[in-house]
């Protein structure tokens, strides 16, 4: 399908997203959060899709936050119904069964930072910042993010940040555990290439099963999430990729998985 606010090329099994609105910081309005959900829904079940990268179009900025013009205008119900929609949409990333890697090339403040604390994983450029500032403007973070950041950094840390609005350079979204890495600019996109070249070619069912497992475990208590692991872990060994996984291993050779 066309997308007015996404640009989406796919090749070698990674699908790269690139939220493409420049002159608003790629700012997301009700339109790109839709173009996004429905990006991510074309990737559940395509086969030469193992892997995305989520980036922004040029040099300043991921995302910047929601698009203020539509948020100014909200009534209560129209509130609730706009979280709503970045929240669903935002659930689809994170419960995508593929990796999801954030390529976080500049600015991610707001619902930028909310998209990529639905990512998998982070990787930073050096001139990145990140921030959740929504209390400066009289709201809260609406897309996820006062759920997904205590959940990453800690109930404390989350709260100074989201609670003062105060935005992070990406050496200290390093340190509290915000993102995964921290690279140069020009470096960020092969970076996020390695490693989702990595996974891909480690078996797609142990590597769905592996984001998922973890995802619904920080939702319960650790006896259930374990009970929820050996589940999986039976089930992984009724696949044929389990068996040619174990053999290419003893057999000294790289695994050829097919996803069965």
């Known amino acids: 399908m066309t997308y007015e606010n996404l640009i989406v090329e796919t090749s070698g099994g990674i699908a790269r997203v690139t939220v493409n609105r420049p002159k608003v910081l790629n700012a997301l309005n009700e ?10 829904a074309s990737f559940e079940h395509a086969p030469d899709v193992g892997a995305v990268i989520l980036t922004g179009a040029g040099e300043k900025a991921f995302v910047a936050g929601a698009d203020i013009n539509e948020l100014a205008k909200m ?44 990512c998998h994983m982070r990787f930073a450029s050096d001139n990145a910042k990140l921030g ?17 950041l205590p959940r990453l950094i800690g109930l404390g840390r989350a709260l100074e940040l989201i609670c003062s609005g105060r935005m992070v350079d990406a050496a200290e979204a390093y340190r509290l555990g915000i993102v995964n890495a921290v690279v ?11 490693v989702a070249n990595e996974i891909l070619a480690k078996g797609p069912i142990a590597v769905r099963f592996a984001l998922n497992t973890a995802i619904r475990g920080l ?19 009724a696949t044929e990729d389990m068996r040619e996984g174990m053999k290419a291993f003893l057999e000294k050779r790289k695994a050829a998985f097919t996803g069965k």
């Open 219 to 237: 939702e319960t208590d650790l006896d259930h999430g374990q009970a929820q692991e050996s589940v999986a872990f039976g089930l992984l060994a």
């Open 184 to 194: 140069p600019q020009a470096d960020l996109l092969a970076h996020a290439e390695k």
């Open 132 to 148: 959740l500032p929504e209390v400066g403007l009289g709201i809260i973070p609406g897309y996820g993010g006062t759920q997904r």
């Open 31 to 40: 339109a790109t959060i839709r173009e996004i959900d429905a990006a991510f």
């Open 75 to 118: 009534s209560a119900l129209g509130g609730e119904a706009s979280s709503r929609l970045g929240q669903t949409a935002f659930a689809r990333i994170e419960n995508l069964g593929k990796p999801v890697i954030a390529a976080v090339n500049g600015f991610a403040l707001g619902g930028g930072c909310e998209l990529a604390l639905a």
